[in-house]
Every structure is written in structure tokens, then in C-alpha cells.
């Protein structure tokens, strides 16, 4: 059986970017395994912030632009900068963030672009030989092979499912309907780099027979989300809305912001005007009040939230408008960087395995960071393997491990900080606090950090 020097657990944008970062450092002899069975438009907008895209330009400048081209088409007219407004409940705004590449390039030394989960793979993927990325195959075990000095990757795959990554790339059918043939597939790595998500095999497989197997599973994190898009409102509601709130905005954020915004029990309603309105509430929930509601007890929910928290009438009114057929609902889990309890030495890597992105530290989305985090993480562990690489020391395991602990000693404590950010929403408490995060975020010096890691 083939020995890659990396096989890469995962093939959405972190684990497609460890790819390219790895091949652009001269590491070629790399796999990329997915359990998708097709590749279809999933996903929703994922917002790359300066700091996301500083770390793509040095993981491959090809893919930077790229994603920009994608994201900002050559060819566009320009338009005005679009605005993100934060409104009290009064629909008074509390500030604005102009949503443009220049305007943040000119304030941070690099821009922000919008574009979905969907075009951001495809992107990735297309800069990638066909023959590196390999599809239904669905990781259900690894296992670390002192014979060869590497670790075995078993899958399982849908038989009866074409494995040409590309062969339903333009097809919008459900390929991916439930089948009983299956068959189970291995491959042999001298490193695996598990980018396979919050709910990450890899993560439980790392764990299940440690002291620390209760964080194999990730951790519901007190914060939901109920959302409806496509509302039908009568000419009067819709009128009141775009006057009091949207004016010249299509999207903004509505809240009681007279409340300190560490307090948990302040919820944040996003309305969003594409052609039709829409809404997600942002709210603390426990998690058994939203896993089996139906669709009219999602409405209700949101109702009540609303009222207790003092939202005005026609914000209550366009909630009790929502269509139960478009009403959805998604707990946020997380992976704490730093665990509240006394588990000292969980670590993001076993052997020859190390965690990125949200298999490490997945967390809720209220600061858009998800990606451009687990951009940063491709990055610091690309420069780790490549200097595995350059010294040759595939075989010698005190070097992958002290590679791994300095990707993790530079990673995690900046990942702790992002949580609580995150989880409190504070940056948004104030123009001293955002302008605070917006230094020690965006404006982050990658170039140093990679001298700092080699």
C-alpha cells in the first residue's frame, strides 16, 4: 500500500487550504479524503476577514486571488460599499460597518469579501491536480502502525456511488441518497491532518480511549439560532420595516445594546432584505427547548424571546408572520480551546495526528471567525510540516511532536481569546472594544508569527 507523507481528513476550504499550503512548500505526495458522495452547493456565505485572507496569501498567493476573483469579479461595475448597521430597539443606529474590500483593506492593511462555503471549495479545489482529492470515503478509524512508522486510515464507501471526485460536480440531483452497498478502503500516512469539522471522526477516534474522551464529543455552547427567510408581510408592516430600520441597509443587526453585551440574555436579531425579508434570532437556549420543536413551536419560541427581551411590536409582528415551512433552527456547538475543567493535558494532536479548524476548536459564528481561524490553523501547521519535510523527519517522533506542540503553543491561547470574544460578543460593546479586537484581529502580523513557528 501507497505511504503518503500527509493524508488530509476533510475537504472543505481548511483542509483544501492545508493542501495547497503543503504543495506550494514542495510536499507533493498528499491525499485529501471526504465522505461527501458528491460535491453539491451546500452551505451558507462565509465572510473572509483580513486576517482569514492575509493567512490564504501565505498559505498560496494563487488561491488569494482567486478567492478575491470570485468573491470581487473583474468585470462588475463598482458599486457603493454596502453597510451592516447595529440598530437599538428603537431602530436608532449604534454604529455601521461598511462591508467593502477597500474599506477594510484601507483600515486594516487587508480587505473582506463575502462568498458562499460552496464557491469557496470549488475555488480551492480547482487549483488542485483531480488525482489529490478523494471522495466518499467516509474516515471511521485511524491507527498508528509503529511497523512502517505511520498511521492507517481505514474509510467506508458507497459502492455504488462513481468515486471520480468530479463526476457530479454540475449535477443538482440527491446523490446522496442512503444505500446498503458499501465497501471499506485504507490508506497508510506518515502524518494525517484531521480538517473534518465540529463533529470530527478523527477527533473521537483521538480521544475515545483517553482520560479526556468527554471531548471527543463537542459541547453545545447555551446559544441557538431560529431563522426564516422568504416572509410575506402586508404593504404596511414592510413599509414600517424599511423606514425604522433597514433605511439604506440591506442587512443589520437589531439589539438591546442599553444592556452590557456579556449578559447571555441579550438575544440579536439579524434581518436581511434579499428580495424578500428574512431573520435569524440569535438567542441563549437550552438545547432541549429547540431539538424536536415543530416548526409552529420554532415561531412561538421567537415570539416569547422577543417579548421578554422588550423587541418592539412590528419586530414580534414579522416573527408571527413566519411561514412554518421556512422556519429551521441550528444549536451552535463548540471545542474550547482551553476546557473549563482540569484537563491540562488534552492536546490537539496524538502521534502522527494533529486537529485544525473547527476539529480543534470549532465555535458558534457570531464573529465570522470559523474559517478565518482555520485559515490561520492551515497556515502555522503547514509551516510545521514543511519543516518536517526539510529536515527529513518523517520517522523521528520527537520531532513531529515538538512541531505539533509549537503549532499548538502559538494557536491555542489566541483560540481561547477568539472564543470568549465569540461566546460574549464584546467587541461590539463599544468603539474602544471593537477597535481593540480589530487591532489584535485583523491586523495580526502572519509574517512574524510564521518566523516565530519555523
Known amino acids: 500500500m501507497k505511504i503518503y507523507d500527509v493524508v488530509i481528513v476533510g475537504a472543505g476550504p481548511v483542509g483544501l487550504a ?48 482567486a478567492v478575491k476573483n470570485i468573491a470581487i469579479p473583474q468585470n462588475q461595475p463598482q458599486k457603493p460599499s454596502p453597510v451592516w448597521l447595529y440598530k437599538d430597539l428603537q431602530g436608532k443606529n449604534v454604529y455601521s460597518t461598511h462591508l467593502s474590500f477597500d474599506d477594510w483593506f484601507e483600515k486594516y492593511g487587508e480587505g473582506r469579501v463575502s462568498v458562499s462555503w460552496y464557491d469557496l471549495q470549488t475555488c480551492l479545489r480547482e487549483l488542485l491536480p483531480e488525482n489529490i482529492v478523494k471522495i466518499n470515503n467516509r474516515c471511521v478509524n485511524i491507527e498508528e502502525k509503529s511497523e512502517n512508522n505511520c498511521v492507517r486510515i481505514d474509510s467506508v464507501s458507497d459502492a455504488s456511488v462513481n468515486n471520480n471526485p468530479y463526476a457530479y460536480w454540475e449535477e443538482e440531483k440527491d446523490v446522496e441518497a442512503p444505500t446498503q452497498q458499501f465497501e471499506t478502503k485504507s490508506f497508510q500516512a506518515k502524518l494525517v491532518v484531521a480538517a473534518d469539522g465540529i463533529n470530527s471522526t478523527v477527533r473521537k477516534v483521538i480521544y475515545q480511549d483517553t482520560s479526556h ?126 476546557p473549563h475543567s482540569n484537563a491540562a493535558e488534552l492536546t490537539w494532536s496524538l ?26 490553523d ?12 526539510q529536515n527529513n523527519n518523517w520517522d523521528n517522533m520527537q520531532a513531529i511532536t ?19 470574544a465569540t461566546l460574549t460578543r464584546f467587541p461590539v460593546a463599544s468603539d474602544e472594544l471593537s477597535e481593540e479586537y480589530g487591532q489584535k484581529v485583523y491586523c495580526r502580523n502572519l509574517d512574524s508569527a510564521v518566523g516565530v513557528m519555523v
Open 213 to 338: 474522551s468527554a471531548f471527543a464529543q463537542p459541547e453545545y455552547s447555551k446559544y441557538a439560532a431560529i431563522f426564516c427567510r422568504d416572509i410575506e408581510i402586508p404593504s404596511q408592516l414592510h413599509t414600517q420595516l424599511e423606514e425604522k430600520y433597514f433605511s439604506e441597509a440591506s442587512i443589520l443587526t437589531i439589539g438591546n445594546h442599553a444592556v452590557h453585551n456579556t449578559s447571555t440574555e441579550n438575544p440579536r436579531l439579524m434581518l436581511f432584505r434579499r428580495g424578500s425579508i428574512g431573520y435569524i434570532l440569535h438567542i441563549a437556549l437550552r438545547l432541549e427547548a429547540i431539538q424536536n420543536a415543530s416548526e409552529n413551536a420554532l415561531i412561538e419560541i421567537a415570539f416569547q424571546e422577543l417579548e421578554k427581551a422588550g423587541f418592539p411590536e412590528e419586530l414580534k409582528q414579522l416573527v408571527r408572520l413566519s411561514s412554518p415551512a421556512n422556519m429551521q433552527q441550528r444549536p451552535y456547538y463548540i471545542h474550547r480551546a482551553i
Open 18 to 65: 492545508t493542501a495547497l499550503g503543503l504543495r506550494q512548500r514542495g510536499i507533493e505526495n498528499i491525499l485529501v479524503i471526504d465522505q461527501t458522495r458528491a460535491f453539491r452547493k451546500v452551505g451558507q456565505v462565509v465572510d473572509l476577514l483580513p486576517n482569514g485572507l492575509k493567512a490564504i496569501k501565505y498559505i498560496n498567493p494563487n488561491a488569494y486571488e
Open 402 to 420: 515538538e512541531s505539533f506542540e509549537i503549532y499548538e503553543k502559538y494557536r491555542r491561547p489566541f483560540m481561547e481569546y477568539m472564543q470568549h
Open 378 to 389: 492551515a497556515l502555522a501547521i503547514t509551516t510545521q510540516i514543511h519543516k518536517i519535510a
Open 351 to 376: 502521534g502522527r495526528t494533529v486537529l485544525v479548524g473547527d476539529a480543534a476548536h470549532g465555535m458558534p459564528p457570531f464573529m465570522a471567525q470559523g474559517a478565518n481561524q482555520g485559515f490561520e
